[in-house]
């Protein structure tokens, strides 16, 4: 990045070799770099041609194919061909879809129509963990219940359902007598 940028400092502005690899802050001998490895453009093609044959296939895969074929490269040479040629292995991105439609719940109408209920967990000071089983009117956002215990079976939360059901029925009673 920085050999483009001086390079195109140089062209622009028209400085010097030495001033424009100095802005960039880059070292002439790096400027004036031209690799001399093998671009190995055969081992190229035919990684291509595999990887376009082999949709699913990774670079793993695909160099233990090449290696069956003859050619003498290891696995890493054969992630870096297969990073600069921009090949990857496309992962399906899965659109969510709902198991259902999605209704909006209905609001409550009236008192005791719609209960909602929740745990709420905490530890005390010597480490044993306690639960509170919440169970609240959706209408008037009444507390109907709080069962406080170390462990909550499903016993034992029918119970403090059973519970809350009676008291929210005898309070409806004294509110609406009839």
């Given at each position: ?53 082999h949709v699913r ?8 194919l090449l290696r ?18 921009g090949l990857a ?90």
């Amino acid at each position: 990045m920085r050999r483009k940028l001086a390079a195109w400092v140089q062209s622009a502005h028209r400085l010097s070799e030495r001033r424009a690899t100095r802005l960039a802050g880059l070292d002439r001998s790096s400027h004036r770099y031209r690799s001399r490895k093998d671009p190995q453009a055969a081992l190229r093609m035919r990684l291509k041609d595999m990887a376009a044959m082999h949709v699913r296939y990774g670079y793993r895969r695909l160099a233990v194919l090449l290696r069956r074929e003859g050619w003498q490269v290891n696995t890493k040479r054969v992630y870096r061909i297969y990073t600069e040629e921009g090949l990857a292995v496309r992962t399906k991105h899965r659109k969510k879809i709902a198991r259902r439609d999605r209704v909006p719940a209905a609001t409550p109408l009236r008192a005791n129509q719609c209960w909602s209920m929740d745990f709420v967990t905490d530890k005390l000071t010597d480490g044993r963990s306690f639960r509170v089983l919440t169970v609240v009117d959706q209408f008037t956002r009444e507390c109907v219940a709080l069962e406080a215990d170390r462990s909550m079976h499903g016993t034992h939360v029918t119970a403090a359902l059973t519970r809350g059901h009676r008291r929210a029925r005898c309070s409806a009673e004294e509110h609406h007598p009839g």
